[in-house]
């Protein structure tokens, strides 16, 4: 039986003894460790995968046979969290909150993690990022991503021109919401100029107003007419 000759992945330019850890024993013979023959080469400086075959006979000329692969480490690492994303206008923003790198030979590599290219939040725009690893292997990865400083103005909803009756009730911000791609719900931060009197028949214009957290205005005319 031989023991310890499992497939493995090791890094470029390190040391590989291919008899290391790998031994074999036999029901007679006992320990054969020293008969073990190995059949084949691994380049450590180059990248790929190798076979070797390692044999080993006993006396009463059993033979053992295991097939071995080697790889000298191609994986690149792994870049998480750098996704594209919008910040707010005059918001923080650090470019390295949240993102992390891993190896598959040397595990956590976030402290390595360089970023190339600058975001400013105080004018908007979109920003490119530039993430970059390389492991001890040298495998090199790279993650693009998109910043953006926030120039969408909230959406006012419900404010509709309509026809009411002569007399009738009604309120102007009842059915009007507003809402942010980042601030969410601004229903509360509505503004509204204009009135209406519905003892007087005519058409009477509403203006409502809205601003999110990035300073981005949203307007919307309304036409009421009393009939």
């Given at each position: 039986?031989?023991?310890?000759?499992?497939?493995?992945?090791?890094?470029?330019?390190s040391s590989?003894n291919?008899?290391?850890?790998v031994?074999?024993?036999?029901?007679?013979?006992?320990?054969?460790?020293?008969?073990?023959?190995?059949?084949?080469?691994?380049?450590?400086?180059?990248?790929?995968?190798?076979?070797?075959?390692?044999?080993?006979?006993?006396?009463?000329e059993?033979?053992?046979?295991?097939?071995?692969?080697?790889?000298?480490?191609?994986?690149?690492?792994?870049?998480?969290?750098?996704?594209?994303?919008?910040v707010?206008?005059?918001?923080?923003?650090?470019?390295?909150?949240?993102?992390?790198?891993?190896?598959?030979?040397?595990?956590?590599?976030?402290?390595?993690?360089?970023?190339t290219?600058t975001?400013?939040?105080k004018?908007?725009?979109?920003?490119?990022?530039?993430?970059?690893?390389?492991?001890?292997?040298?495998?090199?990865?790279?993650?693009?991503?998109?910043?953006?400083?926030?120039?969408?103005?909230?959406?006012?909803?419900?404010?509709?021109?309509?026809?009411?009756?002569?007399n009738?009730?009604?309120?102007p911000?009842?059915?009007?919401?507003?809402?942010?791609?980042?601030?969410?719900?601004?229903?509360?931060?509505?503004?509204?100029?204009?009135?209406?009197?519905?003892?007087?028949?005519?058409?009477?214009?509403l203006?409502?107003?809205v601003?999110?957290?990035?300073?981005?205005?949203?307007?919307?005319?309304?036409?009421?007419?009393?009939?």
């Amino acid at each position: 039986m031989i023991s310890g000759a499992g497939n493995k992945t090791i890094k470029l330019n390190s040391s590989f003894n291919p008899k290391t850890n790998v031994s074999a024993k036999d029901n007679a013979d006992g320990n054969l460790t020293s008969k073990i023959k190995v059949t084949g080469t691994v380049n450590t400086k180059k990248k790929g995968t190798y076979t070797l075959k390692y044999t080993v006979t006993d006396s009463s000329e059993n033979a053992a046979t295991v097939t071995r692969k080697i790889t000298i480490d191609g994986t690149k690492p792994v870049i998480s969290g750098a996704n594209s994303k919008t910040v707010g206008y005059y918001s923080t923003f650090s470019p390295k909150s949240g993102v992390s790198a891993k190896d598959n030979l040397d595990g956590n590599m976030t402290s390595k993690i360089k970023v190339t290219g600058t975001v400013n939040t105080k004018k908007k725009g979109t920003y490119t990022l530039k993430y970059t690893i390389t492991d001890s292997s040298e495998n090199t990865a790279t993650v693009t991503r998109k910043i953006t400083v926030d120039s969408t103005k909230p959406v006012i909803s419900g404010a509709k021109s309509k026809t009411i009756a002569y007399n009738s009730t009604f309120n102007p911000k009842s059915g009007v919401s507003a809402k942010d791609n980042l601030d969410g719900s601004l229903t509360s931060k509505i503004k509204m100029t204009g009135t209406v009197n519905t003892k007087k028949k005519g058409t009477y214009t509403l203006t409502y107003t809205v601003t999110d957290k990035s300073k981005n205005k949203a307007e919307v005319k309304r036409k009421i007419t009393v009939k």
